[in-house]
């Protein structure tokens, strides 16, 4: 039998969690969505007027790892205190995650970015811990928006 998951990130959406589960399955590999249930028709409880159709649950992995998710309306939406941490092996890598995943240039820092849905992500290297050594090393992170490791490498 395969070990479940203790502890899943539940991430609400207006009405756009459908949407943001294909999108992020797209990018990352192995990657999956695996259920996906429905609010029931509007006309059966005054909750869900609006909301027919939409997803009261759904499941999906990213690079192996199980998320769920849900369209809750607009009461509450995301923000930089919970971000997605994106290990990247190289410079490449951070590429392509970068280019994905970041649609906000404003709030771009130190390899943080904000997807279109309002969601934080890290995109930094594998061996960011051995980047940032050096307070020249870190000044120059605390000056990027996406992470250039040539730059910290340099900064050494």
Same mark, same amino acid.
């Given at each position: ?17 459908? $949407? @943001?589960?294909?999108?992020? !399955? %797209? ?5 999956? +969505?695996?259920h996906i249930e429905r609010y ?39 923000? $930089? @205190?919970?971000?997605?941490? !994106? %290990? ?5 890598? +951070? ?62």
């Amino acid at each position: 039998m395969a070990e479940v998951q203790k502890v899943t990130p539940f991430l609400w959406f207006n009405t756009e969690a459908e $949407e @943001a589960m294909n999108y992020y !399955v %797209s990018i990352f590999p192995n990657s999956s +969505i695996s259920h996906i249930e429905r609010y029931p028709d509007e006309s059966l409880d005054e909750h869900f007027v609006g909301m027919s159709g939409k997803v009261i649950t759904g499941v999906f992995q990213l690079a192996g790892q199980r998320f769920m998710c849900l369209d809750g309306g607009p009461e509450f939406v995301f923000n $930089e @205190a919970i971000s997605f941490h !994106v %290990s990247c092996k190289d410079q490449a890598e +951070i590429e392509y995650y970068w280019s994905k995943l970041s649609h906000v240039p404003e709030a771009e820092q130190c390899g943080w970015c904000k997807d279109k849905f309002g969601v934080s992500w890290q995109i930094v290297p594998e061996r960011m811990s051995e980047l940032i050594k050096t307070p020249n090393q870190i000044q120059t992170m605390m000056h990027m928006k996406k992470i250039v490791i040539a730059d910290l490498e340099a900064a050494a």
